[in-house]
């Protein structure tokens, strides 16, 4: 079980999870046992069930009874799931039904059953052979014209085959195409787009799929509209490229991804590189070689192989790369950004992200390779200004509350300690920010995959560490200094309680003794100044509060050392 | 097609009629339940009234539709929200140049003539503990929403774009402010 190495009691996240039933079975029953042993965690659950019942009685009585009510009445839901129904199914099976109960004689009834089934077997026919290829031809037809109307700035997109990956423009200059003599694999690629007459040269657009579906003798359509995207699927026994999958954004008709299957059983999936959504900006003429939608991904810079580069998947060196970027602009410390790496790609998201800050965020990234940032378009509402933290009567026990009038007496007055205690905890938050900075990348960088690493990026990913735990110590520091004079006077005993040793494990290791040590102190600051429930007694939190200070000043320390 | 018996395929014909008539029962009776909740949750995400009624509309017929196609979901309630959220957020970047909607339910709270039944103390009680629900960030209050609709972790983290721990960690420093602003 996770826990203080003082009290091996749970932490408020394990309790608050095991309330909601998210532990494992184990980690559960783990809880469950401590539970009935300790009379100081049930009481800590009963007050996490307090806030929540709390909730709970907020949503109730202010949510539901003051937010305002919809302006109108509700519609009539399954009107509006018959005008689905109608703009699917042809109303011919109505009628037919109704011909089945009406009091024909057997014979004619007979034949009014074939008549109609022939009618079933033509609508359907018609639906799911003729009416997709209107579509399909429409659509296309708009998505060209929508293209053409609308030029944009250039876009990239990644081509995937089973075995391999690539990044290039999505239009590649005809001179160059994919030439190199060292690249074989891509000129395969393209070979095979050229028997199939499908242009390798621009592959993910309305316009490329159109002219390959024109030309095709016999062709089946299918079209479908899901997630706010129209898909057309053509398939053809007339091309080396039997089947062809265009997306196409329902509000703008832009082309989101593609998959084209071969006859030699090959496949290519092609896709935007990022989703990027900002608005696109006007770009000269001369760099319009194709007026297409395309998306505002940055155009690749002068000097930079214009056409395309084999790229391996994404490796924990690509996520440095990331992480480290985030890192210069501060995002690594509490925007609601997170990395992670899939097989192929760095995934950077964050929802409800300023756009501005999304902006910076997306200007420190780059256009570097294998890296997707998805952000939430919305403006997050305004937020209430944060207010300063009180040590509060009401949280605290007796003697706690006892514990802050004393405090208060020698600061000269409780303005003085609501002061102090606003400073702290602030001190107390940029600290914790740092520790999760820390621990986020000892989770993203374990020991296998730091070996993965080269020697330059295996010293960034140091760099990294050493500002981060740099800055850690500093609040620490801060943190000291500030409540020294009332720890002294309040309780001269304590003496600081050095780390036995120095670790000999791996820094990661290390990382989470250096986060458990933070989260220690931010927990007794938060009892102290009345913020958190109290699990000593008041009169020990001083002493408490000082061998934690002083273990964390240690650890931070051999920590910085062991970075060097 | 055509080498099934005729009786069959119109009985299969039948069939798909009546297990459509199913859906619209189960997505109808769905919709009763939780059209209020997701309209609040639109709200909360900063939509004008007129616009989260229409939206939240919108939000179901899409779930008829998605069932209709025979696609399975899992849990109905967490993909309501999470097509609600989404929706909600494209609605909002529409109109960026709005203000968000803003309920001002402090002012509706801190009127006695809004909460005839409550005494002095439980309005200043609820008063506090909405203001106290005000300053959590942006990340804790839509977890703590959702949670309070039902979702699980992953539900959440999936309608948010975060990781279910992500989500243990926001709502636990949510409980953790509103237990320190409140008490």
């Known amino acids: ?35 009935e042993a300790c ?24 949510l539901q009874r003051h937010l305002p009510t919809p302006p109108a009445p509700w519609v009539d839901i399954y009107r509006k799931f018959d005008e689905i129904d109608t703009s699917v199914e042809p109303v011919l099976f109505d009628r037919f039904l ?10 004619i009834k007979k034949w009014a059953v074939a008549a109609a089934a022939l009618l079933l077997f033509v609508g359907l026919f018609y639906r799911y052979r003729q009416t997709p290829s209107v579509h399909a031809s429409e659509l296309l037809r708009q998505a060209v014209v929508a293209a053409n109307a609308h030029p944009l700035q250039p876009r990239r997109i990644q081509i995937r085959t089973r075995d391999r990956r690539l990044t290039r423009p999505a239009v590649a200059p005809q001179k160059t195409g994919f030439s190199a003599p060292d690249d074989a694999a891509s000129n395969s690629l393209q070979a095979m787009f050229e028997r199939a007459n499908y242009s390798w040269t621009d592959p993910l657009s309305a316009q490329s799929f159109q002219a390959w579906r024109n030309q095709l003798s016999d062709k089946r359509d299918q079209v479908s509209e899901e997630n706010q995207a129209y898909r057309i699927e053509t398939s ?17 008709l832009r082309p989101m991804e593609e998959r084209l299957e071969f006859s030699n059983q090959e496949w290519v999936e092609i896709t935007e590189v990022s989703d990027d959504t900002t608005p696109p900006v006007s770009r000269s003429a001369a760099e319009n070689k194709r007026p297409a939608a395309g998306n505002a991904m940055p155009p690749v810079p002068e000097g930079s192989n ?11 060196a690509d996520e440095l790369q990331v992480v480290a970027a985030l890192h210069d602009v501060g995002a690594d410390l509490g925007d609601p950004v997170e990395v992670s790496r899939s097989q192929s790609d760095v995934l950077v998201s964050g929802v409800g992200i300023a756009p501005a800050r999304q902006q910076e965020i997306k200007n420190a990234i780059g256009s570097k390779p294998h890296v997707v940032v ?19 009567d009401t949280t605290a026990g007796g003697d706690v509350r006892q514990l802050q009038s004393r405090l208060a007496e020698q600061l000269g007055g409780r303005a003085n300690l609501e002061q102090l205690a606003a400073q702290v905890l602030d001190s107390s938050e940029s600290l914790m920010a740092r520790a999760y900075a820390l621990r986020r990348l000892a989770e993203q960088f374990p020991v296998v995959a730091e070996r993965e690493l080269s020697a330059t990026d295996r010293q960034l990913l140091q760099r990294l560490r050493a500002e981060h735990s740099a800055a ?13 004079p009332i720890l002294t006077s309040v309780n001269g005993d304590a003496g600081s309680l050095p780390p036995n040793g120095i670790p000999s494990e791996p820094w990661q290791a290390a990382t989470e003794d250096l986060f458990q040590s933070a989260r220690r102190l931010d927990k007794l600051l938060g009892v102290m100044f009345g913020a958190a429930p109290s699990e000593i007694p008041a009169g020990q939190i001083p002493a408490q509060l000082k061998i934690s200070l002083a273990q964390l000043r240690a650890r931070s320390d051999i920590y910085e050392r062991s970075n060097k | 097609m055509s080498s099934y018996p005729l009786g069959e395929e119109l009985a299969g014909v039948v069939q798909k009629r009546r297990a459509a008539m199913t859906l619209q029962d189960q997505v109808a009776q769905l919709f009763e339940e939780a059209r209020d909740d997701v309209f609040r949750y639109l709200l909360s995400l900063g939509l004008y009234p007129p616009q989260a009624q229409e939206a939240t509309q919108e939000v179901f017929l899409r779930l008829y539709t998605t069932l209709k196609k025979g696609e399975e979901i899992e849990n109905p309630r967490g993909w309501i929200f999470r097509v609600a959220h989404n929706l909600g957020l494209k609605i909002r970047a529409r109109q960026s140049s709005q203000a968000p909607f803003d309920p001002d339910l402090e002012s509706r709270l801190a009127g006695p003539a809004m909460n005839p039944e409550q005494n002095l103390i439980e309005r200043e009680q609820t008063l506090r503990f909405h203001k106290a629900v005000e300053r959590l960030s942006e990340q804790q209050r839509r977890c703590l929403l959702l949670r309070l609709e039902g979702l699980r972790y992953p539900e959440i983290g999936s309608v948010l774009g975060i990781s279910s721990s992500a989500v243990g960690e926001f709502l636990r420093r949510a409980i953790s402010r509103l237990k320190k602003d409140e008490l």
């Not at chain 1, 932490?11 to 539970?35: I, M, T």
């Not at chain 1, 998805?374 to 509060?392: H, I, K, L, M």
């Not at chain 1, 500093?474 to 500030?482: F, N, P, S």
């Open chain 1, 306 to 316: 214009p056409v395309s580069v084999l790229a391996p998947s994404a490796s924990a």
């Open chain 1, 98 to 107: 109704r011909l089945l109960k009406s009091p024909f004689d057997t014979a």
């Open chain 1, 1 to 35: 079980m996770k826990g203080s190495s003082l009290t091996l009691h749970p932490e408020e996240e394990q309790l608050l999870r095991y309330l909601d039933g998210e532990l494992p079975v184990q980690a559960s029953g783990e809880v469950r046992s401590h539970l």
């Open chain 1, 236 to 252: 053809t026994n007339a091309s080396e490229l039997r089947n062809a999958t265009l997306t196409l954004r329902t509000a703008d």
């Open chain 1, 472 to 484: 850690l110590r500093q609040q620490a520091t801060e943190i000291d200094r500030d409540l020294q």
């Open chain 1, 374 to 392: 998805r952000f939430s378009d919305s403006p997050p509402p305004a937020r209430a200004q944060e207010q300063p933290v009180t040590p509060s």
């Open chain 1, 39 to 62: 009379w100081q965690c049930r009481a800590a659950l009963e007050e996490l069930q307090n806030v929540v019942s709390q909730c709970v009685h907020y949503r109730k009585n202010v």
